[in-house]
């Protein structure tokens, strides 16, 4: 009975969401974003990525969207930390989005 308990705090407390990344054509030079795994990526080595967009610009009020991310490596180039902000503002709707992605190395076998 405990398990459904728990399922049931899940279904009513729990948020799903879907189809809300931040749109960018030119998602590559956003690797952070996409793939948390990249922080620390460029050993200790700081990297910063600021980017814009703003679509339909003759039309009012259209869709824009900004993004800024830094990550490094620490301990020794196994460890990487990231921040990462974005927002979206489309007319009356605003997404905002702030994550800390970590990753850890780890060295694998050869053969």
Do not use: C
């Not at 989005?97 to 970590?102: D, N």
Request: glycine share 8%.
């Amino acid at each position: 009975m405990e398990k459904w308990n728990w399922i049931l705090l899940f279904l009513l407390v729990g948020k799903v969401s879907a189809q809300q990344d931040v749109h960018y054509s030119q998602y590559l030079f956003e690797k952070l974003l996409y793939n948390p795994a990249y922080a620390g990526n460029n050993g200790d080595n700081v990297s910063f990525t600021l980017l814009n967009k703003n679509q339909w610009t003759s039309i009012e009020k259209t869709f824009t969207a900004q993004g800024f991310s830094v990550n490094t490596g620490l301990s020794q180039e196994r460890i990487g930390v990231g921040l990462n902000f974005q927002t979206e503002n489309l007319s009356a709707y605003r997404l905002t989005y702030l994550q800390v992605p970590v990753s850890y190395k780890i060295k694998a076998k050869n053969g």
